[in-house]
């Protein structure tokens, strides 16, 4: 944290900085994802720009106390610019000696550390795995450590209400809420107006007496030497809300849908981290938006064909391991050439794997993972508010070629929030959609020839009438057909399609250094890279960016551009997926650099790398 100037504020000195990172940690019935979540509210209100991580356990309740049953939120916020939520954090508010210990390491040092005295029993500590204290065994040392009795205070403030000790115990997260919000001179009635709207009698008025009290606390009893204060951000003139990843889909997908004219529909089987995505398109059936909670994902993705057959948008919405059950009737899909757009919101796998942890392990499965020749375009969300664009580009480009569309988002993206600009309604384009109307000459796969996209033929169309199935088409009249020529001439119409859809795309560009090192990065390793990589080249690095929302097809120019640079590097949450398919592609090396722990990169992971590059020069 970067001392600027001084002020006071309520007789209370208050340091001014440009930039925090804060995590809050503790267990997962301790509340630190609500905790989080109304501290970004609040930040966002305040004028900040930030970006934050939720990180929690994939169990319903893992063990309480324990290292494996940590649940944290961080938030990186700002007066300036910020793409990621922070290698480490300088503050971190923890709730027992598990969350401490499991977060220490990632702190800075210096760091200021808040800590819950109430739960350093030697029971809670042996739950932790701790054979001394860490209050007390000099582990601490380096850090500005402030013991508050979290659980004390908590039950002192709320004494009068009745309250049974679990019930007044869980208040404990607003009390630690409301000293944050002191320290970094937050106004609470964002906050207080959740919680009377959120809770009932009299749980509201015990949440609101642990704010105010935790607010109250720190002011009085001179915790801190000093409390900070984070000027807003300068950013562009509008209205902002605060979105994670999957809100930002589900709006981007209704955005597609008003500005078609099409129905939305959206056939999903609940999975984390994408169930988020049918919750939200749930709320919005006052746009016509239909959802289904199918029995599996198979179900889901078959009543999307056949909503996508009758005319609808089709959506479907899941992780890795739906993608994969997903998989015969995608082809299906991409065999009868229907609009669609199949939203795979990336985890860590195999199987169910890291179901609560990002990735981006679902390339290869997105590019190649059906049987036969069944090309699919790909498009990845680069940050949570760019999934609104990503599903307004995946659904224009599924309703342009006619074809399924796959949106590739991750866990980081989709539970990760920051500051999104409403764009006016009438700025976004509108998605043409040519359905066919005149039986006169019409041909069920006679093709545009500008995108090789066949008819879209609602059923019901008089006159329009045809076969649709899983078996090979005839060219043009869409008969049965097991001729192997015909065969080879739909697989390479299918291919060509997809190859077309360059023609709407961008050229690849880069930032920073016309030569020397360019790093290719694509879906939410943008923030990190970019930082890097601007870091690096402003420090006298040659080195350049370029970041892939196309994976299929590949943008037209990046042969071209990757021939101008000596080294290409490509930092992937895999063990080199985009690697190997540029490496295949253009037939030159490139090197790979791979991270698969479950976490997003860190600025300094990828400068580490630059530097490394840079020495071998």
């Known amino acids: ?3 600027v100037a001084q002020e006071a504020t309520r007789q209370v000195p208050r340091t001014v900085i440009d930039d925090v990172v804060i995590r809050f940690a503790g ?6 994802q609500l905790t989080g979540d109304q501290f970004t509210r609040t930040t966002a209100v305040h004028g900040n ?3 934050t991580f939720p990180d929690f356990p994939a169990e319903i309740r893992a063990p309480a106390g324990t290292l494996a049953g940590v649940s944290g939120f961080q938030i990186h916020f700002s007066s300036r610019d910020v793409l990621t939520p922070g290698d480490q954090p300088g503050v971190l508010i923890a709730m027992n000696p598990a969350a401490l210990m499991a977060n220490l390491g990632d702190l800075k040092k210096g760091g200021l550390v808040i800590v819950n005295t109430d739960k350093f029993t030697d029971r809670d500590l042996e739950k932790a795995g701790q054979t001394s204290s860490p209050l007390d065994d000099g582990r601490l040392e380096g850090f500005e450590v402030v013991p508050v009795q979290l659980s004390a205070l908590t039950k002192n403030a709320l004494d009068d209400m009745g309250l049974g000790a679990k019930e007044t115990d869980r208040c404990k997260n607003l009390f630690a809420l409301g000293i944050a919000y002191w320290l970094f001179g937050r106004d609470t009635a964002i906050t207080e107006a959740w919680i009377s709207n959120k809770f009932k009698a009299p749980y509201a008025e015990a949440n609101l007496r642990a704010l105010r009290a935790g607010y109250n606390y720190a002011e009085t009893v001179e915790l801190f030497h000093s409390g900070y204060e984070v000027p807003p951000a300068r950013l562009a003139p509008g209205t902002y809300r605060n979105i994670t990843g999957n809100q930002a889909t589900a709006l981007g997908l209704i955005a597609a849908s008003q500005k078609s004219g099409r129905q939305l529909f959206l056939g999903a089987y609940p999975i984390t981290p994408a169930s988020d995505v049918l919750h939200a398109l749930a709320t919005h059936k006052d746009f016509g938006v239909i959802t289904f909670q199918a029995e599996d994902e ?4 078959g009543a999307t064909i056949g909503a996508a057959w009758g005319g609808a948008l089709g959506v479907t919405s899941t992780s890795g391991p739906g993608v994969a059950l997903k998989a015969e009737a995608l082809g299906l899909a991409i065999m009868v050439e229907l609009p669609m757009v199949l939203v795979d919101i990336q985890r860590g796998g195999p199987s169910t794997g890291l179901p609560t942890k990002t990735e981006q392990s679902d390339l290869f499965i997105a590019l190649y993972g059906r049987h036969g020749e069944s090309p699919c375009p790909v498009v990845a969300a680069q940050s949570p508010g760019d999934c609104f664009w990503a599903a307004l580009e995946a659904a224009r480009i599924a309703i342009r070629y006619m074809t399924p569309v796959i949106l590739l988002t991750d866990g980081y993206l ?3 929030a920051e500051p999104w600009k409403l764009p006016e309604v009438d700025a976004i384009p509108d998605i043409p959609v040519n359905l066919a109307t005149d039986p006169e000459g019409f041909l069920p796969y006679k093709r545009d020839p500008e995108t090789l996209a066949r008819p879209w033929a609602v059923p019901g169309t008089p006159g329009l009438e045809h076969r649709i199935g899983g078996i090979e088409k005839q060219n043009e009249t869409g008969a049965i057909s097991y001729d192997g020529d015909n065969h080879e001439l739909m697989s390479r119409l ?6 077309r859809i360059a ?7 880069a930032t920073g250094s016309p030569d020397g090192i360019l790093v290719i990065s694509w879906g939410g390793t943008y923030g990190a890279v970019h930082t890097a990589v601007d870091t690096a080249f402003k420090g006298g690095m040659r080195v350049a960016h370029t970041h892939l929302r196309w994976l299929n097809p590949l943008p037209p120019g990046l042969r071209e551009l990757m021939e101008r640079y000596e080294r290409v590097i490509v930092p992937e949450l895999n063990m080199g997926q985009l690697s190997s398919v540029l490496q295949a592609r253009f037939a030159r090396p490139v090197e790979s650099y791979t991270k698969v722990q479950g976490k997003p ?4 992971e990828l400068l580490a790398r630059l530097q490394l590059a840079q020495a071998q020069a």
Do not use: H, T
């Not at 198979?298 to 993705?301: E, F, H, S």
């Open 1 to 3: 944290m970067q001392e």
């Open 27 to 32: 267990d997962s019935g301790d509340g630190m």
């Open 49 to 51: 720009d930030l970006a």
């Open 298 to 301: 198979i179900a889901a993705i």
């Open 414 to 416: 989709a539970n990760g």
């Open 494 to 499: 299918r291919k060509q399609k997809v190859e």
């Open 503 to 509: 023609q709407d795309l961008p050229q690849a560009e």
């Open 601 to 604: 990169f860190k600025v300094s």
